[in-house]
């Protein structure tokens, strides 16, 4: 599922070739990837807007336009397509967008996993789905203190935690096991075991792997790409997410096991 970075990578993209667009028509091919309003509603009110920006939050897309925010998670394998109006339909394209009576921009999903809301944009951070985020990890209100008082009451593992979107809005599981190993912490410790100090080189190596990620365009992982083409390098660069073998720092064997049910990746020697 793309994290944080890869949703900033697919919004700085999509910029390039959407933003002052107007979107002339809509038709939506698969009814449960709206999630509200209806779908009637939903092709009736987002016609007609043009498109003013778009940013993220957590691992939500959210297109500015002139009336309401168009939110868009790609869940598990959704991606955009630019097409010609008229162009033949790909069963695995399920959301049109018409842009100037011109551009077919499409939402492509395999697993039609993928969810749009269509908010006022006055009151839209106030409703679900964006009230219930945490907080961005290069917020200010990020710190130890924050974090600690999150989860120092917590039986959960850190591996678990530190998905959970109400704390941090925006990590996932590649980029959850890269910050633990930077962090010497064992993904199996719980919440309540991890200590004040702890939580902040939690938070300086999250503010730095997403970082670092998002300057290489983020991680291509299986299917993932945010749009025609476009691939990021930041697989490169993983130092323990999918590398079962020697740890590159110690030379210990990496090793594979489950937490909360998703495949982790860690080094029992460097992270105790």
Sequence with gaps: MPEKPEVVTVANTLKNQVLGKTITDCQVFWDNIIAYPTVCQFQKEVVGQEILDITTRGKWLVFELSRDLLLIHLRMEGKFFFRQVGDEKNKHEHVFFTLDHSISFRFHDVRKFG????????????KKPLCDLGLEYNDALLTSSYLYQKIHSKKLPIKTLLLDQSIIAGIGNIYDDEILFLSHISPLRKGYQITKKECGVLLENTKKVLSE????????????????????????????????????????QVVKIQVGGRGTYYCPHCQK
């Design 213 to 252: 990620a998002i300057l290489m365009g983020g991680t291509t992982i299986k299917s993932f790409t945010s749009s025609e083409g476009v691939h990021g390098l930041f697989q490169n660069k993983l130092s323990v997410h999918g590398r079962v073998g020697a740890c590159q720092i110690c030379g210990s």
């Design 115 to 126: 969810k749009m809301y269509l908010l006022d944009k006055k009151d839209a951070y106030s």
